[in-house]
């Protein structure tokens, strides 16, 4: 994106984000990346980095690890790779190794169903490949510490198998040295040294000449000489000898596996870029984090289609200190190309304005904004701002000057692609002069299509906005009761300065305030006081209208909970309707059952009885009895009349009624919990629990 002037990206504070971003950034690529942070004019760039800083955001809200562990600046080391002759060293070769441990976990990260579900990201990698013989070439030759092993070659084996010998001969030889010399008091107190890389005996000084060697020094306070003894200098010669051998062995093997690798140099370097590319990513979604960012729609055209969006610094700042942020939406596309913000002063039209400049540099940045999802950001190619007072002392140039030289840069340049923002239009010269000019600025920008933003307190722009298609009117919401900016950006209307409103408010002198009131124009006053009461009017208008919302949300909350409980008592009649249906059922089978076993008992009752008569008119009774129920309620009402209940415990002998069917019998044996009672003349099987122990009521004749 192409910036005017080349400090726009300070004054609207992008420099700052990218100080920010660059905390969170761990690899010198990232840092340098975020440093150096590229602002796109291509659609699929922005997509990409969008999608990489939404997806890796998601691992991060998820708690799902992602393999970048190792902090890896391997710049240095990968340039010697290119160097013929070059040599690693033992410890620069496990940072490779660790480069290349670390793609391996990467790769192994991407299974099928990570390589869909976080498809950006895999992008990263999806242009190179896994080489193991990288880690293999290097673990045949270093271990873990990034010692050169014993099984490089078979010369460096054989060398330290020789030097081990020495050392213990040497070892053998000095300690019953120092054995003697101890013996004979002639050793200090640290009795042995290394001088020179040589092994030496520490003796008093006084006794120096008395032992046979090399004086290879003596201590600072001169109280200690540092002896090679003769006896041991051939042994140490021999060490020193096959310590060279040992490191010139080294030195051959470290470089040969240097030259080795330095054929994967190309390969390792693109490892070295994505370590550095998935750290800068991580950094971005941290950074995400801190500002509640999130990702949205990007169209490829020129228009603004801001929800809900914070200004990200000012978001941060009030977060650290408590205070609330107040949102800003606004819409800027080909009906309403030009947005013209007025308003009282301090109260929020420069911070709106770079709050959309800031987030469209972010945004073609690749990085997620402090927005509502919905937003919808397009793509633009030159950026234009001219905030603040910009006098320049270097050329002798008056603030309106300076201005203008400005505003004839972006008539020159302006296009459908560029987006700009103004603060203060016309401002520094005579209002009507000025004035003017500012139309005339405004319907050139307009004729080019540009989109943008300016803020003005000129009434005539007010007006013009007004009645131009293309321009639209916006103004900053404003408490004329409490005098208090309310950082609330309306759109469709113009703001009053509240001149007055303000001074009354810092204090200043009635009289005073009157007297400018009527060197006032009266159609401009009038005017301004207009746009007061309407301001303050629609404010009242909004309240009501939230009011009534959040009523007509209430009642909606209400009818919902009201159709619940109606649902749950429709429930819970028709459960009732099918437990009384249920009941039928299970009486209808009860009696069902009674009547088989009576048929039964009719049966057995056949085969005995002689009056088969009787039996036959029974049967009859049983089962072409139409009226049962009303023979039923006859029965139990002669029953009642003649019998009355007594309870208690049912023995043999007693005179019993069914509950069921109210007849009476007589008891003639009790089984468990049945009992055999005789009803006319045919015994029966009944449940204890559904008889009663009845006995004859006493009639007046007895009496």
């Not at 010692?147 to 078979?154: E, L, N, R, T």
């Not at 000019?437 to 920008?445: D, G, K, M, R, T």
């Not at 009289?511 to 124009?521: E, K, P």
């Amino acid at each position: 994106m192409k910036l005017y002037p080349e400090s726009a990206y300070i004054q609207l504070e992008f420099d700052k984000i990218r100080e920010l971003l660059a905390k969170h950034c761990e690899t010198d690529y990232a840092q340098r990346k975020a440093a150096q942070l590229r602002i796109h004019t291509h659609k699929r760039f922005i997509d990409e980095e969008l999608k990489q800083s939404h997806e890796f955001k998601q691992l991060l809200q998820n708690a799902v690890y992602f393999p970048n562990d190792y902090i890896l600046n391997l710049a240095r080391e990968l340039k010697l790779l290119s160097i013929p002759g070059a040599l690693l060293t033992g410890e620069q070769l496990l940072q490779i190794r660790k480069l290349a441990e670390s793609i391996e976990k990467i790769f192994r990260w991407f299974d099928a169903e990570r390589k869909l579900a976080y498809e950006s990201l895999y992008r990263v990698i999806k242009e190179t490949y896994y080489e193991k013989a990288i880690i293999s070439l290097i673990d045949e030759v270093v271990d873990e510490i990034g010692q050169v092993k014993d099984s490089a070659s078979p010369a460096l084996k054989d060398i330290r198998l020789s030097l081990y010998r020495k050392r213990t001969e040497l070892r053998r030889i000095f300690d019953r040295i120092v054995a003697k010399l101890n013996k004979q008091g002639y050793l200090a107190e640290i009795e042995e040294s290394f001088m020179n890389g040589r092994r030496v005996i520490a003796v008093f000084a006084e006794q120096k000449r008395a032992i046979k060697g090399i004086l290879h020094g003596e201590s600072d306070s001169r109280k200690t000489a540092f002896i090679e003894p003769e006896e041991t200098m051939h042994l140490n010669n021999e060490v020193a000898d096959l310590e060279h051998e040992e490191r010139k062995e080294v030195d051959r093997i470290l470089r040969q596996l240097t030259a080795t690798l330095s054929t994967h140099a190309p390969l390792l370097n693109t490892w070295h870029t994505v370590v550095g590319e998935f750290d800068f990513i991580r950094a971005k979604a941290k950074f995400a984090g801190d500002i509640n960012g999130e990702f949205p729609v990007v169209a490829d055209k020129a228009q603004v289609r801001l929800v809900n969006a914070y200004h990200p610094l000012l978001y941060l700042y009030n977060k650290r200190s408590g205070k609330q942020t107040f949102p800003v939406s606004i819409t800027l596309d080909e009906s309403q190309r030009i947005l013209v913000v007025s308003g009282p002063n301090a109260g929020g039209k420069t911070v709106t304005m770079k709050t959309v400049g800031l987030l469209q540099m972010m945004v073609q940045s690749g990085l997620l904004v402090p927005v509502h999802p919905n937003s919808e950001f397009g793509v633009f190619k030159q950026l234009m701002i001219h905030i603040g007072d910009t006098q320049s002392l270097e050329f002798e140039l008056s603030t309106y000057s300076s201005h203008l030289i400005h505003m004839k840069y972006f008539m020159e340049h302006a296009n459908g692609k560029t987006l700009f923002f103004i603060d203060e239009l016309g401002s520094g010269s005579d209002p009507n002069l000025g004035g003017a000019f500012a139309e005339v600025i405004l319907l050139e920008l307009l004729k080019k299509h540009s989109y943008g933003i300016v803020t003005t307190h000129y009434l005539n722009l007010k007006v013009m906005a007004g009645k131009t298609h293309g321009i639209v009117n916006g103004a900053m919401a404003f408490d004329e009761k409490n005098l208090l900016p309310m950082f609330n950006l309306v759109v469709g209307r113009p703001g009053s300065s509240y001149t007055f409103s303000i001074a009354e408010r810092i204090g200043l002198d009635k009289r005073l305030i009157n007297q400018a009131r009527q060197m006032v124009d009266d159609d401009q006053y009038r005017l301004d006081k207009l746009l007061n009461k309407t301001e303050q009017n629609l404010r009242d208008l909004t309240k009501k209208d939230q009011e009534l919302e959040r009523l007509i949300k209430e009642n909606e909350r209400l009818k919902k909970e009201m159709e619940r409980v109606m649902d749950k008592e429709k429930h819970r009649q028709q459960m009732n309707v099918l437990r009384e249906q249920n009941k039928i059922s299970e009486d209808r089978i009860t009696y069902l059952k009674d009547m088989e076993r009576k048929l039964k008992q009719i049966t057995i009752e056949w085969k005995k009885e002689e009056d088969k008569q009787k039996l036959i008119k029974q049967i009859n009774n049983l089962l072409f009895n139409k009226n049962e129920k009303k023979a039923v309620g006859k029965a139990q009402k002669k029953i009642e009349s003649k019998y009355q209940e007594v309870g208690g415990e049912i023995k043999v002998g007693d005179q019993v009624k069914m509950k069921r069917n109210h007849q009476v019998g007589e008891v003639l044996e009790i089984k468990s919990k049945r009992a055999v009672v005789k009803i006319g003349l045919l015994p029966m099987q009944v449940e204890l629990s559904d008889l009663v122990v009845v006995k004859e009521k006493e009639t007046k004749e007895k009496i």
